[in-house]
């Protein structure tokens, strides 16, 4: 009896601790259903079910004739939803062969059975989101939902493809760096694309997708939750078709040069604008592409070019005018027992404009010091007054910092005043030079360097970019007069005689600097060349600069190296600006030479407008060739679609290699200028590989 009572006794203590473990259980559950309900409802849903961002389509950034210069494309991401319950094992069965063949061979990155066993693995394991392929075009995705099992519909088909936005430059290295790109905010944001990027990208919409299997996620619904706004458009100051003539003149001299690099920068006197700045040093295959924004972000000594800042002070104080006699007997003059010298020894007494035309070291450092050696900092303080001392601050980020110390610096020594004067320990950028000058062409007002003309949302003007004037007046009307007199003397009869020539004036100044080796002081094979100036004189509508860095063929002077590709750049300006007032009939009666005679019909389309050819009739093709056609027209149309070669003759030699290489030709060029004369006869016929000659002349 006693046995059985404590037997009764554990069992009911048993029934008792289940029961109570049962009810702490239940209350338990219903603690979580009813008390904590809505966290773990809320936590759950959170883990099955996200808001994604929609990135809004971003701006796309125009030259000042509305032709691209960056823009976003689509690509897609195709994946499959392969155990959709839409597609029934019968029609699986039935479509999954053809599917398969399909995609090998559209794709061709696997076989037939590869892409049929992936599939089918995919729908064993109730794989709702099967990557199929990365990186492909909207042309692509159309293509996708014609084949098999795919053409059934979305959900019937399976087929599921995810749109994003790739950036493109239709121009590809043309203007590279001012175009720049942006990378989400970080410091390294460059160009247009990194000043802009808030207007440019838009606001980001929101869409929500359910998490499947193996992590992966997916939309909930057709529609965004929050459609994205797309961003706005920008319209630049670049004008396309001058900027490669720019970066193509600037890249024949490097080339023939074997310099290390240069740039380029063309300037609106009255506005600003940029109209086009190119950018090219050697990269480490030897070749040359926009490495890095030279026009902006090199501040360096600039030698002669600044021999127009130093006169322009002593001008504006009174102190010195163009007829004022220096002696230059020699070449050579010491100052502290430090030795300034002429590039070209001997001379004699000359003027103060004769002294500017020859670019005489000697000349100019006597005359500033005379000026101003009892009381150097008035030189550093009209310096000052020009507004020369401190940055633009462009609207695109790199911009090299202008650095003229005065007297109160620890690095001025006796004889840092007779040095500044020709450019030597100061330092500024290409763009900071060209502005000054520019001040100078548009009789004082120094206007601000910029790069965009207006930003448009949905094609209309948002906000337009007016010209900004960062000092009124540089200097006094008298004091610029002499300055532009003296500029015009250069061409005329000095140093610049390169562009001088009978259509138009040019006024401008060459500028020749050795390049100080960080601690290892200046050497005399590192030179860098310059030539800035503005045109038509008399007028001046237009400003330019040339920098060509570390030439190693023994040509370093600015006058010999840099002023080629600013008459260069200056000559297509003037042939196809409307405003300039030129005529067919005028560039005929002056010999004034034609750009182009061949090449892409929109070009040809483009400068006759401008240029104002009378009746020419243009062919319908791409490509044109200038030879009178069956109709008596000036131009024939080249024949891309023949196994024969085609007649390049007369076409710059980008379009000629582009064409040729296109049709599978091997191109060696000799020369420069428009193609002369191709080995492989128009007409014959091709064979790929096959290597053409082209002689090239002017």
């Known amino acids: 009896m006693e046995n059985r009572k404590d037997i009764l006794w554990r069992v009911y203590l048993v029934y008792a601790f ?15 259903q009813y008390v904590q309900g809505d966290f773990w409802k809320d936590k759950a849903k959170k883990l099955s079910l996200r808001y994604f961002n929609i990135e809004a389509n971003r701006g796309n950034v125009y030259d000042v004739n509305g032709e691209f210069l960056a823009t976003s494309v689509p690509i897609f991401e195709v994946r499959m939803d392969v155990a959709s319950p839409l597609i029934t094992d019968s029609v699986f069965k039935k479509e999954i062969d053809s599917l398969a063949i399909c995609l090998s061979a559209y794709f061709k990155d696997r076989s037939s059975k590869e892409y049929r066993n992936m599939i089918e693995k995919g729908r064993r394991e109730k794989n709702r989101y099967l990557l199929l392929k990365r990186n492909i075009n909207y042309d692509q995705v159309k293509k996708l939902r014609s084949f098999p099992l795919f053409r059934n519909g979305r959900n019937s088909g399976g087929l599921v493809a995810i749109a994003r936005d790739r950036r493109v430059l239709p121009n590809q290295q043309l203007a590279f760096r001012t175009i720049g790109w942006d990378k989400e905010g970080r410091k390294n944001d460059l160009g247009l694309e990194g000043a802009y990027s808030s207007e440019l990208q838009g606001s980001s919409g929101r869409r929500l997708y359910h ?9 909930m619904n057709t529609e965004n939750e929050i459609e994205p706004k797309n961003g706005s458009d920008i319209i630049s100051t670049i004008d396309i078709h001058i900027q490669d003539v720019a970066e193509e003149a600037l890249l024949r001299q490097l080339e023939a040069n074997e310099a290390d690099h240069g740039c380029a920068i063309l300037m609106e006197v009255k506005t ?11 990269n480490k295959e030897g070749f040359y592409e926009e490495k890095y924004n030279y026009a902006i972000g090199e501040s360096t000594e600039p030698g002669s070019t600044f021999k127009l800042f130093s006169l322009l002070a002593a001008f504006e104080d009174k102190k010195v005018k163009l007829t004022d006699m220096v002696d230059v007997t020699g070449g050579t003059t010491v100052f502290a027992n430090r030795t300034m010298r002429d590039s070209h020894l001997g001379g004699g007494l000359m003027t103060v404009q004769q002294a500017f035309e020859k ?20 030189f550093i303080d009209r310096l000052y007054s020009f507004s020369v001392n401190k940055p633009l601050n462009l609207e695109i980020p790199g911009e090299g910092m202008p650095k003229i110390r005065g007297t109160e610096s620890r690095t001025w020594s006796k004889t840092s005043l007779p040095w500044k004067s020709i450019g030597y320990e100061v330092a500024l950028t290409p763009l900071q030079i060209l502005t000054f000058y520019n001040a100078v062409a548009n009789n004082g007002v120094m206007v601000k360097p910029h790069f965009v003309k207006e930003i448009r949302q949905i094609g209309a003007p948002a906000r ?19 300055a532009r007199t003296m500029l015009e ?13 009978s259509v138009y004036k040019v006024a401008g100044k060459t500028g020749t600097a050795q390049i100080a ?26 400003s330019i600069i040339v920098v060509i860095n570390n030439p190693s063929k023994g040509v370093y002077y600015g006058g010999a190296i840099s002023a080629p590709v600013f008459r260069e750049i200056a000559d297509r300006v003037y042939a196809t600006d409307p405003d300039m007032g030129l005529t067919w009939a005028d560039s005929v009666k002056n010999s004034f030479p034609i750009p182009l005679n061949s090449g892409l019909a929109n070009d040809l389309t483009y400068l006759n407008r401008w240029i104002g050819i009378p009746g020419p009739i243009l062919p319908s093709a791409a490509w044109l060739v200038k030879e009178a056609d069956s109709t008596g027209h000036n131009y ?10 085609p007649n390049v003759t007369g076409m710059g030699a980008r379009d000629a290699v582009y064409l040729l290489e296109k049709l599978g030709l091997r191109v060696k060029i000799t020369g420069f200028g428009l193609v002369k004369k191709q080995s492989l006869q128009a007409g014959s016929p091709l064979n790929a590989g096959e290597i053409i000659n082209l002689d090239l002349g002017v």
């Open 489 to 501: 003397g250069v061409v005329e009869h000095g140093t610049g005689t390169a562009v001088k020539n």
């Open 18 to 32: 289940m029961f109570l473990f049962a009810v702490a259980i239940v209350g338990r559950l219903a603690f979580i």
């Open 359 to 378: 670019s005489s070291n000697v000349g100019i450092s006597k005359i500033i010091y005379r000026c101003y050696n009892e009381r150097p900092q008035d």
């Open 636 to 645: 024939a149309a080249v024949n891309t679609t023949a196994r024969t070669i």
């Open 211 to 219: 998490r499947i299997a193996n992590g992966n996620w997916r939309p």
């Open 464 to 482: 337009v970019i007016e010209p900004e004037i960062i000092n009124k007046r540089i200097a006094s009307p008298e004091a610029i007069a002499m």
């Open 517 to 542: 080796q960080n601690s290892g002081g200046y050497n005399k094979s590192n030179y860098k060349g310059s030539f800035v100036g503005y045109f038509p004189a008399d007028n001046p509508k237009y």
């Open 272 to 282: 600003g604008n940029i109209k086009a700045i190119a950018n090219l040093g050697k």
